[in-house]
């Protein structure tokens, strides 16, 4: 398999960009959300979990971790990892903003609105009671 990512030059890229070198030996957030898309893009380039932590000085296990996990990261890297993601022509898909998951939000509820007005008022009561004050109960998220 080609692979159309140079870890090298990725690395340095990454390390440039967060000013961080991901090499070494810390746990700070900007260096673990950096390591998330280093691994997360080497391995969808094709490359084994072995030789991605080389470039990390990090063992399989822990590029595995990154790779799990890289979709919880900040609006700001998710829209860096979403321009490298296009620069390197990966075949991951990219993330959604949290402007993007609004939108969605907002797109979800006026279809539920849209539904709901065709409903009676009593039919409304009735729902609200019935349905969605138990289901928000469950969720915690009491009116």
Partial sequence: MKKNINLQALKNEINEYYNIDIAEKKRSRPIAYARKIFSILGVTAGYNLTHIGSFMNLKHDTVIHHKNTYQNIYNEQKIYLNYLITK???TLSPLKTDKEIKMDNENILKVIYNDLSL????????????????FLKMKHLES
């Fill in 88 to 90: 390197y022509k990966s």
């Fill in 119 to 134: 409903l009676s008022n009593s039919d409304l009561i009735d729902f609200k009671q019935n349905r969605v004050d138990p």
